[in-house]
Structures are given as C-alpha cells and as structure tokens.
C-alpha cells in the first residue's frame, strides 16, 4: 500500500481527532482571510472615493501647485499641450478644472466650501459627478409612508437605521433595505412615490447655477431652487463674489468633501475668480489605470510639457492618505500576526495531542519492522492531507461571506458612523474580493502546518520504541 493511501485511511480510524485537528487549520485560515479581507477592502474603497471624488488618477498642474496650491499657481490651457496629452495611448480625455474656495452663505448659514469648475459634458469622464447626483431619499416623512405599507421583512427596521440617507440609484436603495428580488416588482412603485428627489445637473450652456454636496446641502439648509452665495478672493487678489442657484445635489463619497462641495461650470468659475482661459489643473483620463500603466504614461507624458508643467500621479497627490493607510496596515499586519500565533499554538497542541495518543502505536509499527522513515512520511501525508482539507475548507468557508460583505458592504450607524465622518471618511466597511491576498493567507497557514509537521517527524525519528510500547 502506497504511504498516501495508508495516511488517508489512517486519517478516519479516528475521526474526532482528524476534525479536532482540521478545525484549527480551517478556523485559521477563515478568520485570517475574513480579517484581510475587510482590511484591504477598506482601505480600496478609500483611495477609489478620493480618486474618483476629487484627484483623478493624473493630473496637470503648474510645477509650484503642490505646494502652494492657489490660483496664483494656476496656468493658461494650451490647445497644443492638451492635443499632444490626448495623443497617449493610453489617455481618453483632458478635462481642465479651476479650483479654488469661497465661503458660502445660504439663508443665515455660512460654510468654507471648495469651488471645482469643470466643463459638464467632459466631466464624467473624470470625477464622474453627474453618476452622484441623489435620485432618492430617505427623509423621516418618506420613511413613516413607507412604514404603513406593511413591507416585507427587515424592510421597516431598516428604514430606521438609514433616515435622511441618499442614494444614487435604485440598486443601491434595494441592496441597503433588504429588499427581496422577489419582491422589487412590489416595493419598487412604492419607493418612486414616496422617496424620489427632484434633481438636476449642469450643462455648458448653463451660467449662474450650482451643484452642491448633500452634507453642505444639508448644513446650510439649502435645496434644489435655492440661492447660494459665493464670497473669495479671485485671481492676483481680485474680489470674487456671485450669486447661483443651486440645481443639483450630489453624493459624493468622502464625507470631507461632500461636505464642502460646490460645482460650476468651467466658464463660471473662470468669470467667478476672474481667470479667463485658465485652469490650476487638469484631469487626465486614462484606460490603464494599474500602478505600472500610471508611471509609464507619466513619463511619457513629460516629454511634451514645458518646464512649468508637470505631470503628478493620484499617490504624488494623496500622500498623506496612503501614509495614515501604511500605518493602519501595519497595525493590521501585527493584529493578524497575533491571530496566526494563537492560531499556530492551537495547531501544535493538536499536534502535541496526536503525537500523545498514537505513541504506544508508533512504538508499535516500528517493533513489527515499519521503518522510521517510512512511519515519518507516512505522518507527515496525514499532516498535509489534514491541513489540505482545513485550508480548503477555510477557504470555501470565506468565499460565500467574503461576496456577500462586497455586494453589502456593512454600514455604520450611530456613534461609529460619526467616528468614521469626522476622520472624513464613508461609514461603510466594504469587503475586497478574492486576490492574491488569499494565496498569502494559505501559504502562510501552510507554513505553520509544515513547522508542525517538521516537529512531529523529529519526535518519530527520536522514538524510542522500549519506552514507546509501555506508554
């Protein structure tokens, strides 16, 4: 008989044994990949908010505007240099944005708002604005109304948790309220009746209105219709003052800015700071937007500008947020090292406990003729078969949580959320589906199964078989 066969039948002689010892690789390598994979969802969901809400993945920008950024270091659009940009291979578009601030006033209330002036036709194409405009929200009349329908399920109860929260589309609002497939044809009407916001958005033709943030919206209590006023300070320090009506609301996915968020049209804000033909960047749209893919077209890129135009890539712009997502990684990497260290003296200890048992068996085996090395191989076939059957478990275990946090992410509420917004971050803790992070997780469980199994094969070959057959 082959030693693998011989390993595999000797696994189910004694079966608790065998699942004791499987449990543990498989509580290893489920908790290691579900901890993971929050920590590296998470940490995606952030740089996609502040890529797509705010930075682009590259940008134009004069040489002096990372570090004094102001319309002072803003620069005139060149038709040349953006036609030779476009001409990348791997660039869709060039959208140039003026950007600036203002403090804004509505009513009796004030707030320091960020001003982005983009073209709106081009626009989605780089932040993506109009895909962020409310279709839906959730305010308390709308939720009572949708309470004394009688809906299905956790539906009311959740209508609770997520009072005066926007959404974007419908998909969203049916993913967040447990909304049964089944049950959409029903509930669906009943949504559109009761929770549709009256929204609109710019076009190029479009002078003297605004898109604004929800959380701006709803700090200076200002709706769709409403005036907002536009105080700064412009150009070479020209007064900047205007008056908007307010179109549009959007969600924008950082909280630190949808909170301060004001968007004109490109003519406007350029009328607004007293700066024709100007713009203090320009996002480049591109296909590839993988790290490798950035840095070449960066460097391609390069060779077409002038010496006080330079090309900066979405982590030049970003840095202080990957550092704080560096050190968070860092405190993650040592609460999942503390997790594999129990889970590692769980393993040995069950190891230990094998070990214990069949040492009268052992001694045994090697009195009627077995070799010692043949009983080592043949001990080491039922620690891998055992740690196979943990890992695959493990990691079939984690799949079906792992997609379901990703296509619902779990949501804070109450003080947590407010923890999460006033570091300026979403309440939402999203899952990152699986990657290479997985094979990472297994390997590293494995390499703890082969340390045991090195163990367990010098305890064979130090047996002594007198001491052994009167254990």
């Known amino acids: 008989m082959k030693d693998y066969q011989l390993a595999w039948r000797n696994l189910w002689r004694n079966r608790r044994r065998t699942l004791i010892t499987a449990a543990s690789v498989f509580f290893a390598v489920f908790f290691a990949l579900i901890m993971r994979s929050f920590q ?57 944005k003026l950007e600036s601030f203002a403090l804004a006033a509505a ?26 405009l409310i279709r839906y929200r959730l305010t308390p009349g709308a939720v009572e109304s949708l309470k004394a329908e009688n809906l299905p399920g956790l539906t009311p109860k959740l209508l609770d948790v997520f009072v005066n929260e926007s959404f974007t589309d419908e998909e969203s609002l049916i993913s967040i ?30 002078t003297g209105f605004a898109v604004i943030g929800s959380g701006l919206s709803e700090y200076i209590h200002a709706g769709v219709g409403d005036t907002l006023v536009l105080m700064g300070q412009g150009f070479h320090g020209a007064s900047a003052a205007g008056l908007y009506v307010i179109k549009g609301i959007v969600n924008m996915s950082q909280p630190e800015i949808d909170n301060r968020f004001v968007y004109l049209t490109l003519d406007d804000a350029r009328y607004l700071y007293a700066a024709p033909g100007m713009a203090t960047s320009a996002i480049i ?13 960066r460097d391609r890129l390069r060779e077409v500008l002038g010496d006080d135009l330079v090309i900066r890539t979405w982590k030049e712009m970003n840095a ?43 001694g045994m085996l090697v009195s009627i003729g077995m070799r010692k090395g043949k009983l080592a191989r043949t001990i080491s076939m039922e620690m891998l078969l055992i740690g196979l059957l943990g890992v695959a478990a493990g990691v079939a275990g984690s799949l079906p949580v792992v997609f379901l946090g990703y296509a619902r992410p779990l949501r804070f509420t109450g003080e947590m959320a407010k923890m999460y917004e006033d ?29 045991a199994i090195a163990f367990s094969v010098r305890k064979v070959f130090k047996l002594n078989v007198i001491n052994a057959l009167r254990a």
């Open 177 to 206: 309220l447990g909304i049964d497939r089944s049950d959409t044809l029903k509930i669906l009407p009943l949504l559109r009746k009761y929770t549709v916001f009256d929204n609109g958005y710019l076009t190029a033709a479009d």
């Open 107 to 132: 009513g009796s209330r004030t707030q320091a708002v960020m001003v982005i002036g983009m073209d709106p036709d081009n626009e989605i194409r780089g932040l993506n604005i109009r895909n962020r």
């Open 40 to 96: 590296l969802g998470t940490y995606e969901k952030m740089y996609r908010d502040v890529i797509e809400s705010y930075s682009g993945y590259l940008q134009l920008q004069h040489v002096d505007y990372m570090d004094e950024s102001n319309l002072d270091n803003s620069f005139v659009i060149d038709p040349g240099i953006i036609s030779r940009i476009e001409d990348d291979p791997n660039v869709t578009a060039v959208i140039p």
């Open 320 to 362: 202080l947020l990957l550092n704080q997502m560096e050190a968070d990684n860092k405190s993650g990497a040592i609460m999942i090292g503390i997790l594999y260290l129990v889970i590692a003296f769980g393993v040995f200890g069950t190891v230990l406990m094998m070990m214990a048992e069949r040492r009268r068996e052992f």
């Open 423 to 451: 570091y300026g971050f979403d309440p939402v803790m999203p899952m990152l589906l699986p990657d290479t992070y997985y094979l990472w997780q297994v390997v590293i469980v494995l390499l703890i199964l082969l340390v």
């Open 285 to 297: 749209s591109v296909r590839e937007t993988d790290d490798d893919n950035l840095l070449m077209t």
